[in-house]
């Protein structure tokens, strides 16, 4: 089983940069594709980004490609999406996730973190 808990959100303008961070615990970390998801205030829950357990496979949602930048260090159990050239439609709660398999479907991961607020002002 796997604990994951973001940190690194807050508020920033249009064009700035921000690192959430996701920190896992168990011995099985290094094992488990890693995800970043976010859900805007009344909208669905959307795909950003996977890594694959070593790290050197990515994907990205369309919307983040060439702005968002996902990685891992398993050493530290962490995974990070770093993010640049925020747009005010970034804005949303951003969570962390674990999977066997490299999806971007939700309803493929099997642990989830609590979320963090990241928000975008124009």
């Known amino acids: 089983q796997v604990q994951l808990v973001e940190s690194g959100g807050g508020l920033v303008q249009a064009g700035g940069s921000l690192r959430l961070s996701c920190a896992a615990s168990?011995?099985?970390?290094?094992?488990?594709?890693m995800g970043w998801f976010r859900q805007a205030p009344g909208k669905e829950r959307e795909f950003v980004a996977v890594i694959s357990w070593s790290g050197s496979s990515t994907y990205y949602a369309d919307s983040v490609k060439g702005r968002f930048t996902i990685s891992r260090d398993n050493a530290k159990n962490t995974v990070y999406l770093q993010m640049g050239s925020l747009k005010p439609e970034d804005t949303a709660v951003y969570s962390c996730a674990a999977s066997d398999t490299m999806r971007s479907s939700a309803v493929d991961y099997d642990y989830w973190g609590q979320g963090t607020q990241v928000t975008v002002s124009s």
């Open positions: 168990g011995r099985t970390f290094r094992t488990y594709y």
